[in-house]
Every structure is written in structure tokens, then in C-alpha cells.
């Protein structure tokens, strides 16, 4: 059974600051990799999506790496903004006849003016 | 419409009650998915159709929870004798193919309260 982890939980971070959002997945044959955010009290927004025989993607200052075999992405943030918190989900999708979404709990972004 | 939508976007209801969630996709959108979000914890997923059929309905917790997509558009979920436990934010999203792709989209959400 797919799980994935997102580490940490909770984040603060100064304004301007770079920062990295880590996920890890425990079975490595996914067919994509969504990052989405979530506002309180709102649905989920979709950043970008990986598929599995890509690298990366880039949208603005948003970029999203995967490396499939050792069950990892990573979300970069540059030159953070305030409206830049929020609560970010990363989601794999293994395919197999069955295209499910499976969630980390998110990690929790606090950007400080 | 341009995005995913649901109605209600809250829903109180007393234990016991039957309940209806209704989620209108993306136009266009062959596949939809119906995930569960409790405080805290990512979404979990529930069930997807392709078209009118339900493709896979392996998250359903239970019987009393089902789901309809008729017309290949709109969908229903449906929960009977409700208990405190189904407590949470229901969340609906479609795609547009089932290719390795397969971008899915959400809606807002609707937070069932189950007194």
C-alpha cells in the first residue's frame, strides 16, 4: 500500500526566504506527482504535476522535482511571499487500472512579513 | 463552468440522517473523484467514475455511502444513516483523461457536520 510522507509538518519561514517542501513515497512505481495547496478552509489548488519519466517542473517561482527511485520530491520556493502561506499536499498517483490519489498530511507554511 | 463546484458548502445534520453531496465537474471532464478530508489529515480517496461508471469505488468506507454519476456529468454522493464519524470535508475533483497525465482538479469542498 502507497504512503507518502511530508516532513516537516510546519514551517516558518522570514519573507524573501528560499525554502524546499520534502515528500517521500514508499512504492516507486507512480504514474505522476501532483504538489497542491490548500487555503484554510478552502479546496485544493494544483501547482504542478509530475509525470513519472520527468524530472522537474517549473511554474513562476515554483519548482517541483522528482526522483522516482528513491521515492523523493522536493517543492523549491523561491523568494518567499506571505501570500505564499498556505498548507502544501503532495499527492502520487499509482496508476495500476486504479488513478487514486494518495495524500501526504501537507506541511504547513507560515511566511512572516 | 471554469472549476470544479459543489453544493452545499456546509451541511449540518443530525445522526441518523440521510444526506446528499452533489458535485458538478469541470465540462468536458470524463473522470471524477470523490475524496474524504478529515481535520488534520490529507484527503483520502473514496471513489472515481469514468464516465457513468464507477471505476473504482475501493475507498468507500462502508454501505451506507454511495455514489451516482448518471448523465456522465454530474455527481451524488449519498450517505445514509449518518453517523458523527463521517464528519469532514467532502472534496470532489475531475480530469480530463485517464493518460499518464491526468491532472485532477478540485473543488471547494462540502464540510458535513454530523451532530
Known amino acids: 500500500k502507497q504512503e507518502v510522507t511530508q516532513i516537516p509538518a510546519a514551517l516558518s519561514v522570514p519573507e524573501g526566504e528560499n525554502l524546499v517542501l520534502n515528500c517521500s513515497f514508499t512504492d516507486s512505481a507512480i504514474y505522476n506527482l501532483q504538489w497542491f495547496r490548500q487555503d484554510p478552509g478552502k479546496g485544493l489548488t494544483s501547482l504542478l504535476l509530475?509525470?513519472?519519466?520527468?524530472r522537474e517542473q517549473t511554474s513562476g517561482r515554483l519548482n517541483a522535482s522528482l526522483d522516482k527511485s528513491s521515492g523523493r520530491s522536493t517543492l523549491y520556493i523561491a523568494a518567499s511571499q506571505p501570500g505564499d502561506s498556505a498548507t502544501y499536499l503532495c499527492a502520487v498517483d499509482s496508476g495500476a487500472g486504479s488513478y487514486q490519489l494518495t495524500f501526504g498530511k501537507g506541511t504547513k507554511l507560515s511566511v512572516i512579513p | 463552468g471554469a472549476g470544479v463546484s459543489q453544493t452545499p458548502s456546509n451541511k449540518v445534520t443530525e445522526k441518523g440522517k440521510y444526506v446528499e453531496l452533489r458535485c458538478d465537474p469541470i465540462?468536458?471532464?470524463?473522470?471524477l473523484y470523490w475524496y474524504r478530508q478529515s481535520l488534520g489529515q490529507g484527503p483520502e480517496f473514496l471513489i472515481y467514475?469514468?464516465?457513468?461508471?464507477?471505476?473504482?469505488d475501493s475507498g468507500l468506507p462502508n454501505d451506507r455511502f454511495f455514489a451516482v454519476r448518471p448523465e456522465g456529468s454530474v455527481s451524488t454522493l449519498k450517505i445514509q444513516r449518518t453517523e458523527r464519524g463521517d464528519s469532514a470535508v467532502y472534496l470532489c475533483?475531475?480530469?480530463?483523461?485517464?493518460?499518464?497525465?491526468?491532472?485532477?482538479?478540485f473543488g471547494p469542498g462540502t464540510r458535513l457536520t454530523v451532530l
Open positions: 509530475i509525470q513519472s519519466s520527468q
Open positions: 465540462s468536458g471532464h470524463t473522470a
Open positions: 475533483a475531475s480530469s480530463s483523461d485517464l493518460s499518464m497525465a491526468n491532472e485532477q482538479f
Open positions: 467514475f469514468q464516465g457513468t461508471g464507477a471505476a473504482d
